[in-house]
């Protein structure tokens, strides 16, 4: 056999095991999945070590593993966000009954924000599960467009005009510019009720393995709570559980 044709292998092989990875979603150890493919175990590991170095794959639990971020430009961010949706549910639900606020998970989709968790599912605010919103006048998307390349963010601007949804509502493109980067200082997000009035909310980054911010969470409550350093800390410590269940910690 040429070194062509091992290396032509190898690659089938590692292709066929990320393919039955991302089916199972990591509801099995790498044993199984391996075991279906008649896959050794020590070649499913070093396989799996690789995918892992560039970001195909992470670690959800033991010897389980599920798609990455890293995926997203593949076309695999509706199965990512599944995953991230369903290990950060716990820890949202908490969040929210200790806080008695309306807490969110939210990711960037083209240019609008897509909520992938709301707990409690039932409480009668206007957001839902699966719902797009505008990411210039909320929580959630400021935080994301704060940490957008500058090339991107650049295009999000110019894609104007940007309607005011209430009177508070940032909408001169300079202005959210500006706005942006202090939210990237602080590293937190408000919405002052800029999306309806008589609601705001408090959002925070979830980071993955490599530091880049990949969703964020939000603390809804209406009347709006002032901006406090319980409130914050509490969410910083949920986002943190949230990193630590993607990195399968």
């Keep these: 056999m040429t070194a062509k044709e091992t290396e032509s292998g190898a690659v089938d092989r590692a292709l066929t095991l990320l393919a039955a990875l991302l089916a199972d979603n990591g509801e099995r150890p790498l044993a199984a999945v391996a075991a279906d493919l008649a896959l050794p175990l020590s070649t499913a590991h070093r396989l799996v ?6 970001e195909l794959l992470i ?3 033991q010897g389980r593993y599920a798609a990455s971020a890293g995926l997203t430009q593949l076309g695999a961010a509706p199965r990512s966000h599944a995953l991230l949706a369903r290990v950060a549910r716990p820890a949202l639900r908490r969040l929210a009954g200790a806080t008695g606020m309306v807490v969110h998970l939210g990711v960037m989709r083209g240019d609008m924000v897509t909520y992938l968790v709301k ?3 039932d409480f009668p605010l206007f957001t839902r599960e699966g719902m797009e919103l505008e990411a210039y006048c909320s929580g959630i998307g400021k935080l994301l467009l704060a940490h957008l390349p500058d090339e991107a963010l650049d295009q999000y601007l110019a894609n104007g005009p940007f309607v005011a949804l209430t009177r508070a509502t940032i909408i001169v493109p300079e202005a959210i510019r500006a706005h942006l980067a202090q939210v990237r200082v602080q590293d937190f997000a408000t919405d002052a009720e800029e999306v309806v009035e008589g609601l705001g ?3 925070v980054p979830i980071r993955d393995a490599g530091g880049a911010v990949i969703a964020a969470l939000s603390a809804s409550a209406s009347p ?3 901006v406090s350093a319980p409130v914050l800390r509490r969410l910083r410590r949920c986002a943190a ?3 630590r269940a993607l990195k399968g910690g």
Aim: glycine share 4%; aromatic share 0%.
């Design 224 to 226: 709006p709570r002032p």
């Design 59 to 61: 670690r959800v639990g």
């Design 119 to 121: 707990e409690p599912v």
């Design 201 to 203: 909310c408090i959002a």
């Design 49 to 54: 070590a690789a995918l892992v170095r560039h």
């Design 241 to 243: 559980v949230v990193e």
